[in-house]
């Protein structure tokens, strides 16, 4: 059968896949079902030496699923995760999901003036978090209008699913400063239930009634304006890349994967989350990047397949034990969110035979939409469309199908696509298209500016989308600003990406201050300030105090001019 003229990459699609799969009509919690039947003592998750079965994460997700329920969880209702990588995480997931309720992902870098928004937004009725961050919970909340406020808060503390003893095998125990911090007791807020207490309250969930097109999570991401906006997934639309991701990786129940991308990021969320109780693999946990502890982990339990995003290879690579490493069982190294610099890919196939697969994706596509065949991979490419996806290039202004190497809008068609904005109706709207030489299909637009070559790999070029990229972590300026505003002495702020030469790029801060503060407050008072009241990668590092910001005849700050000087600047300081 001749290919499409339109899809040039599948003559170059690997002959182990089909084009396009055909979706199980089950929900996520099934997944859980069928693998705690099929490898009941199988660990499911390893956390420093600790195993967690499927048998066991079945259990425990039921019996929380139970609580959730008597607590006035229904179905529909959302359930946000304030957690970093842990056991605790995978059981609450899987419990929201069996409670037919819908999981809201939160970064744990967040702080009480970021919060709230997660809980008024998808009027969220119970928030599951840890010991750590239990204060930034009650705080936000208690900051809201009682009729706005939560019917329960879940603590627990990282150390309770690692037993009573360090580990037997050095290999295996955290750092002195990971491991104070995963024991850690602080004190609770009053009214919270800790995770222990609502597992042993025996309570039994009714019955599993989410179907495949019901909503199962709703991960917020932020557009050029405005606070972050959920992104309504299915149980259908995740499972797309849940299937897919495990057979384009070689996944099975074999395999071994380290899980430290975070499992809140969607990337993160489908391959330490989802794919691995899909496919009845074991992941080691890993919640805080520790290069030293990553390699010790990958050779002490085998690890053969690592998702990632380059900077932890740059950093792995930079460790005086690197050599130590035994990574002889990686068999599929993959990752995205920022290019792979070829010196690096090239150094991982000369040292150990590795080939960095690179792909792309958004949250609103449930993670990726385009991957490199690993048996045909193009450095610093996105990759081909996966399975059942339609990509075109298009002109951003009239949406006119560009040729093959001509730079335009990257738009997306596929079944892992979401289906709109949490309460945005106008956003949703505005994200999609139809083209001419398509009728009646929708595709996504990603605010990528990119490119097709001949064989139907797409490659980025630039951003059509207001956005930082600081080692993969999305930041988006206008919500950056909205922050930056509360501070006293801010009169006006822009905030714009800059190099960085370990991040790629990082967040600076233009700032207009208010007049009683000139003089009185300096450039090391605002950044101390950010660290302190909001995430650490949405802070700014670089501060430049102006006497105006530049606008156009509307008024409206003209970014994109500070942004062109500001890569002018660099550019000259780097002749």
């Not at 993160?268 to 989350?273: C, D, E, P, R, T």
């Not at 690096?344 to 000369?350: C, I, P, S």
């Not at 801010?490 to 700032?511: L, M, N, S």
Request: proline fraction near 8%; charged fraction near 20%.
């Amino acid at each position: 059968m001749p290919v499409p003229a339109d899809r040039p990459h599948l003559t170059h699609w690997p002959k182990r896949l089909p084009p396009d799969l055909v979706l199980p009509e089950t929900s996520l919690w099934f997944n859980l079902e069928a693998s705690a039947q099929r490898y009941p003592d199988r660990a499911a998750y390893l956390f420093f030496g600790h195993p967690l079965t499927f048998r066991e994460l079945h259990r425990q997700a039921e019996a929380l699923a139970g609580w959730l329920q008597a607590q006035g969880v229904g179905k529909g209702d959302r359930v946000a995760l304030f957690l970093q990588n842990c056991p605790q995480f995978i059981v609450a997931f899987y419990a929201v999901v069996r409670a037919n309720a819908v999981v809201v992902p939160v970064n744990p870098m967040n702080r009480v003036d970021e919060f709230g928004h997660y809980i008024t937004d998808p009027d969220t009725k119970v928030v599951i978090t840890s010991a750590d961050l239990a204060a930034i919970v009650a705080e936000a909340d208690a900051r809201l209008p009682e009729a706005q406020r939560l019917r329960a808060t879940v603590v627990t503390r990282y150390g309770d699913y690692l037993g009573d003893e360090a580990a037997a095998d050095p290999a295996l125990a955290p750092p002195p400063s990971i491991d104070a911090w995963l024991r850690a007791s602080p004190a609770l807020p009053a009214g919270c239930t800790p995770l222990a207490e609502a597992l042993a309250a025996g309570l039994a969930p009714s019955p599993h009634t989410a179907g495949p097109d019901d909503m199962a999570l709703l991960p917020y991401t932020s557009g050029t304006t405005g606070l972050p906006k959920g992104c309504i997934h299915t149980h259908r639309t995740l499972m797309a890349n849940v299937v897919g991701g495990s057979l384009w990786g070689f996944a099975s129940a074999e395999t071994v994967s380290l899980g430290v991308v975070p499992f809140f990021h969607i990337t993160g969320m489908l391959y330490g989350v989802l794919s691995p109780v899909w496919s009845g693999a074991t992941v080691v946990i890993l919640p805080r990047w520790d290069r030293d502890l990553a390699g010790r982990l990958i050779s002490h339990h085998r690890v053969s397949h690592w998702t990632c995003i380059p900077t932890m290879i740059i950093d792995l690579f930079a460790s005086p034990n690197y050599r130590s490493f035994d990574l002889s069982s990686l068999r599929y190294l993959s990752g995205g969110g920022a290019a792979m610099p070829q010196a690096v890919a090239e150094r991982l196939q000369t040292e150990f035979g590795l080939t960095f697969a690179e792909g792309y994706g958004l949250t609103e596509t449930a993670a990726p939409s385009h991957a490199n065949p690993p048996e045909r991979a193009k450095l610093q490419c996105l990759g081909m469309p996966i399975f059942g996806v339609d990509a075109r290039v298009v002109d951003p202004v009239t949406f006119e199908e560009l040729p093959v190497g001509e730079v335009g809008e990257i738009v997306t068609n596929g079944p892992m696509v979401f289906k709109g904005y949490w309460k945005h109706p106008g956003a949703t709207e505005a994200a999609f298209i139809e083209l001419p030489a398509v009728p009646g299909q929708k595709f996504f637009r990603t605010g990528d500016l990119g490119r097709m070559d001949d064989e139907g790999y797409f490659f980025i070029t630039d951003r059509l989308k207001r956005m930082i990229n600081a080692s993969g972590y999305k930041v988006w300026p206008s919500e950056v600003e909205l922050l930056m505003y509360r501070h006293p002495a801010v009169a006006e702020a822009c905030i714009i990406g800059t190099q960085d030469a370990y991040r790629g790029e990082t967040v600076k801060a233009v700032i207009v201050l208010r007049q009683e503060a000139r003089g009185q407050t300096t450039e090391q008072d605002i950044l101390d300030w950010a660290r302190e009241h909001m995430a650490a990668y949405k802070a700014p590092k670089i501060v430049e105090f102006v006497e105006a910001l530049p606008k156009s005849g509307t008024g409206k700050v003209m970014w994109r001019l500070l942004q062109d000087k500001e890569r002018e600047r660099r550019e000259s300081a780097g002749r």
